[in-house]
């Protein structure tokens, strides 16, 4: 029996097991296929309060990991397959056993969204990325196209200048949704370019991408455009499918939480982009995986009819 189940080992996730862990409750997190989540995928976080310089994405998942074992917290590579919330104690059944908890902290975080068009699936690791940090690295000197025109599009091209000789932001608008500091240094960067209401509507190449097939959106006008590389950063996906019908989500399935994190299953809470449909950052999730893990430490000690710490 454990006291806490953290279901994801992202930002959200780590900060609630740092908390939890520090109230002695000995937090249990499974930090699944991608440890350390979205983060590990930005190369520097400079809005991340208390780094002046910045720090990388994965140097804050490993600080915050280090952290929550400091204090007690038990990190499982393991992925959680299926949950059952109807009796107390919750069962959470992991791919290598099943756990019984008292609370259970939801922080799966999400999942970049894909485009959709003939072509994407085929080229994935042949030319369509959807990582800058991870893949900019194999597009030196070569021309990639970006698609997308919010901040993780901005951002990510903007680090891809640092290698590629040519960035080329696609956006199916004339307007940009990033951020107007970030939309600044793109258009004062020399190797950043924008095609504007225009959609990609095929993936092209041979045996790696060559280029896509465009279609701008308001003359309807069809085109190709060469590169060697696709980029897309078009939006993300919470990771919700093991909680559908159990956990109350919105038409975009999100989780539905209330100020406390709590969600619509006393005792289950959730935290980070799972449950975020507007901010996501890091510093919010961070914070909303601190106010999971103080209401789930209330409702254990709720359940014992004392306070906590004590005698579980
Ligand atoms: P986002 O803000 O939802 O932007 C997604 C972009 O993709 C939008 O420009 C959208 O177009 C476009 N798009 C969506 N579906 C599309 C499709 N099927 N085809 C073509 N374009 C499509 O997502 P995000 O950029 O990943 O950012 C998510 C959150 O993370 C935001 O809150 C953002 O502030 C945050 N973030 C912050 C930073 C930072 O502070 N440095 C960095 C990365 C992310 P429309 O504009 O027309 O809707």
């Known amino acids: 029996m454990e006291n806490v189940i953290i279901i994801g080992g992202g930002t959200a996730g780590l900060s609630a097991a740092v908390y939890t862990a520090r109230a002695q409750l000995t937090p249990v997190v499974f930090r699944g296929d991608q440890p350390g989540g979205q983060i590990t995928l930005t190369d520097s976080l400079e809005n991340y309060p208390g780094f002046p310089d910045g720090i990388s994405g994965f140097g804050l998942y490993q600080a915050l990991e280090q952290q929550a074992v400091r204090f007690g917290a038990k990190v499982i590579s393991d992925t959680v397959q299926a949950v059952e919330f109807t009796n107390h104690p919750f069962t959470v059944v992991a791919r290598e056993n099943e756990y019984k908890a008292r609370a259970v902290i939801i922080a799966s975080g999400s999942n970049p969204r894909t485009l959709n068009v003939p072509g994407e699936k085929e080229y994935v690791g042949k030319g369509v990325s959807y990582c800058a940090t991870c893949d900019g690295f194999f597009y030196r000197g070569k021309s990639v196209v970006v698609v997308g025109g919010g901040d993780s599009a901005l951002d990510e091209g903007l680090f891809l200048t640092r290698f590629a000789s040519r960035v080329t ?144």
Do not use: C
């Not at 793109?186 to 097939?213: H, M, P, Q, S, Y």
């Not at 289950?268 to 449950?275: E, H, R």
């Open 169 to 312: 932001i696609i956006h199916r608008r004339d307007r940009l949704r990033a951020n107007p500091h970030l939309q600044q240094r793109a258009f004062e960067n020399e190797k950043v370019e924008f095609i504007w209401d225009t959609v990609v509507e095929e993936v092209l190449g041979d045996d790696k991408v060559k280029g896509v097939r465009l279609k701008n959106v308001k003359s309807e006008e069809l085109s190709e455009f060469p590169t060697d590389g696709v980029f897309v950063f078009v939006g993300h996906i919470p990771n919700t499918s093991i909680f559908e019908g159990i956990i109350d989500m919105d038409d975009r399935k999100t989780i539905i939480t209330d100020k406390r994190q709590q969600t619509n299953i006393a005792g289950v809470f959730a935290a980070g982009d799972v449950q975020d449909p507007i901010y996501r950052q890091a510093i919010t999730s961070a914070g909303t995986g601190a106010i999971a893990a103080m209401e789930a430490e209330k409702f254990i000690a709720s359940l014992e009819g004392k306070s906590y710490p004590g005698k579980l």
